[in-house]
Antibody, heavy 121, light 107 residues
């Protein structure tokens, strides 16, 4: 069965960087994009960007341009999201989600369990 | 940027029908997806491409989309349907956009 398993919770100081991993299993890793979505406590969902695991191509939401980097290691079917220059407003649960494309329409059909990133001095 | 507006909350009695709206400029021209999120859990896709259901999602969940409003309908509501629901589209100016979210309370 398809699974996305994320790394554990992180606590970081303002100005630091965090790297969250997302290990895929149960399907061909390079056949589906990986998206990253975050959710602050009590707030809604916010899309951060996507990565094509086959090519390594990425696309980032304008809000995160220059601060986020999405990469992958195909040998271990793992995607990574690194966010730099952290501030308190970045405290949130970060999710990876598989993007399934049907005739060019993409929905997020499987999600990781989420990784809580806390930014605090 | 493209904005999707949902009512903050919807309350419904068990066995009745819940309708959750998602408003956006000419949203009828876009493909809308809906996600269910229960407390402490990751979102789950319940409707994609306006009205299709992933395998394993009950037929009680249905969707429609026209004009400036998309709607998720939950028929014969059960206690287990209590959750937050988010609509989502792709827009050329904003990439992937989520709605503001609706909390469904089963009375």
């Amino acid at each position: 069965q398809v699974q996305l398993v994320q790394s554990g919770a992180e606590v970081k100081k303002p100005g630091a960087s965090v790297k969250v991993s997302c290990k895929a299993s149960g399907y061909t890793f390079t056949s589906y994009d990986i998206n990253w979505v975050r959710q602050a406590t009590g707030q809604g969902l916010e899309w951060m960007g996507w990565m094509n695991p086959n090519s390594g191509n990425t696309g980032y939401a304008q809000k995160f341009q220059g601060r986020v980097t999405m990469t992958r290691n195909t040998s271990i079917s793992t995607a990574y999201m690194e966010l730099s220059s952290l501030r308190s407003e970045d405290t949130a649960v970060y999710y990876c989600a598989r993007g399934r494309s049907i005739f060019g329409v993409v929905s997020f059909d499987y999600w990781g369990q989420g990784t809580l990133v806390t930014v605090s001095s | 940027s493209y904005v999707l507006t949902q009512p903050p909350s919807v309350s419904v009695a068990p066995g009745q029908t819940a309708r959750i709206t998602c408003g956006g400029n000419n949203i009828g021209s876009k493909s809308v997806h809906w996600y269910q999120q229960k407390p402490g859990q990751a979102p789950v896709l319940v409707v994609y491409d306006d009205s299709d259901r992933p395998s394993g999602i009950p037929e009680r969940f249905s969707g429609s989309n026209s004009g400036n409003t998309a709607t998720l309908t939950i028929s014969r509501v059960e206690a287990g349907d209590e959750a937050d629901y988010y609509c989502q589209v792709w827009d050329s100016s904003s990439d992937y956009v989520f709605g503001t979210g609706t909390k469904v309370t089963v009375l």
